[in-house]
């Protein structure tokens, strides 16, 4: 199954910054009403900065609006550990293709500390074939971790990949700040 990717700019960013996590610096650009893009952290700042500028060329670095205040606050909480699940953040998804809102929309709404995988998206978009599909359009996610991706492993509990810095070992990273369990793998105490 073939989905097409079409990246449409139809927004136009008001704005975008730089700000401080647990497992780095992000980056996160927005509208007068939505989020266009969060990045998770890169080499340095000036490659962070050039990540967003290459999707929003236009986009100015500034003060963030109440709006992209409320989205950094969350993803903030959410990388120190807090159980955020951050769907009150509005997106903007007009440049994501259809079947990537779907996979987008069906993955925000795992709750942290759990997990799902590609073929469970899959099935529950009613596409069971798909779930190489839904891992392509999880690589392309714009939105991590407000959608997210992070959340999403292999079949029978693998990592599977990751296009963040750090690839594998950051998802890793970030389920662990979650406290979810990988593979399945019994706790000290023995219990599940």
């Known amino acids: 199954m073939t989905h097409r990717i079409e990246r449409p700019r139809t927004a136009s960013p008001s704005g975008y910054a730089v700000f401080d996590t647990a497992i780095g610096r992000c ?3 927005w509208t007068d009403d939505a989020i266009v893009q969060v990045q998770l952290p890169c080499a340095d700042d000036a490659a962070l900065r050039a990540r967003l500028l290459r999707d ?6 500034r003060r963030p609006n109440a709006l992209a205040l409320a989205a950094i606050d969350g993803v903030v909480a959410l990388l120190r550990g807090e159980a955020r699940t ?12 259809p079947f990537d809102r779907r996979v987008y929309e069906r993955t925000r709404a795992i709750p942290p500390g759990q997990t799902r995988t590609y073929g469970e998206i899959a ?7 798909a779930a190489r599909a839904v891992g392509r359009a999880l690589g392309r996610n714009p939105f991590a971790p407000i ?6 492993l292999a079949a029978g509990g693998g990592s599977g990949g ?4 750090g690839g594998v070992v950051t998802k890793m990273k970030m389920l662990a700040i979650e406290g979810a369990r990988v593979n399945h793998t019994p706790d000290l105490f023995g219990g599940d």
Do not use: Y
């Open 162 to 165: 990751f296009s963040a810095t």
């Open 123 to 129: 099935h529950a978009l009613g596409e069971p074939g």
């Open 86 to 97: 951050l769907q009150e953040l509005p997106l903007d998804l007009s440049h994501v293709p």
């Open 27 to 29: 980056g996160i650009a």
């Open 147 to 152: 959608v997210p991706c992070h959340r999403v």
């Open 56 to 61: 929003w060329p236009a986009a100015v670095e």
